[in-house]
């Protein structure tokens, strides 16, 4: 009788782990589990946002002088230095491949600004950790907010380059905040991910320093894909940043719309890792007040 007992007990702690994990399966209750904490989530956005620029003379302004002084130096470098040019584009294709170059670290850099914080999220926060009913989980999401908003400072550098050098700007311009999709789900997963296993695993934040420089080489940021060996080019096909940099380009410099059947198998992959990320955050973070 004392074995039934038991068997019974174990049978009902593990059918009690897997509908937490289903639980934590449905995507719909992941957004409406962050929508309720959507104050909280502005709130340390902002927080996020205003400390990178907290006791300078120029605060937020430095969003915009930063990008801007980058595009220029990659004008000056790639125009005048290494006389380089983007591929089919004609006679200003030095500029032209300063917009690509650019348009490209937009994208990267959100995602890298993500992952790269995301080991030392949690670690760096324990008065929230031991705080039982703070939801962890919106740290990534206001990590990724910043990143998300540093970035259209950048969008808007990049469009007025687009209009000076190109004469025009794109009408597919309207698709790039569907763009972000893929980009958003694939950085909070990750973010998720690599946030909890650092409070685990303190190296996790310099192998991800490694990771992060490498898949910056494996990403078409400043060459374009057709300029890869077709016979390896498949490595990069690996890399869903490799789309991703390349649909931001497609609607806010080349005036092309999506590939919508690469879109959508990009969008759902990115969704499962999403999904997958967050399942892995939900059911560690109740350990992580043993360990820190």
């Known amino acids: 009788m004392a074995l039934n007992q038991m068997n019974h007990s174990s049978t009902t702690v593990l059918s009690g782990q897997r509908d937490s994990a289903r639980r934590y399966a ?43 002084a980058l595009l220029l130096v990659y004008t000056f470098a790639f125009s005048v230095v290494l006389n380089a040019r983007w591929e089919n584009a004609g006679e200003d294709g030095h500029f032209i491949f300063a917009l690509n170059l650019f348009a490209g670290l937009i994208a990267f850099n959100v995602f890298s600004d993500t992952i790269s914080n995301a080991p030392n999220l949690i670690v760096k926060n324990p008065n929230y950790v031991k705080k039982v009913v703070f939801p962890l989980e919106v740290l990534t999401v206001s990590k990724l907010g910043a990143a998300i908003i540093d970035s259209l400072f950048g969008i808007v550098i990049l469009l007025l380059g687009a209009l000076v050098i190109l004469g025009t700007l794109p009408w597919t311009l ?17 973010g998720w991910f690599f946030a909890s296993l650092g409070v685990f695993i303190r190296d996790v934040g310099n192998f991800l320093d490694v990771v992060v420089r490498m898949l910056f080489f494996l990403t078409p940021i400043f060459y374009p894909l057709s300029a890869i060996p077709a016979n390896i080019r498949f490595l990069l096909y690996l890399n869903p940043l490799t789309f991703i940099v390349n649909h931001f380009r497609r609607v806010t410099l080349w005036g092309q719309m999506p590939d919508w059947f690469e879109f959508l198998g990009l969008t759902l992959g990115t969704l499962i890792i999403c999904l997958l990320g967050y399942i892995w955050f939900m059911k560690s973070k109740k350990a992580f007040a043993d360990v820190i």
């Open 26 to 68: 449905n995507p719909i209750k992941m957004v409406k589990n962050l929508w309720s904490h959507r104050e909280l989530i502005y709130q340390f956005t902002k927080r996020e946002v205003l400390e990178r620029y907290k006791g300078s003379y120029l605060g937020v302004l430095w969003s915009f002088v930063t990008p801007l």
């Open 174 to 190: 309207i698709l790039l905040p569907l763009m972000y999709l893929p980009l958003i789900f694939l950085s909070l997963g990750l």
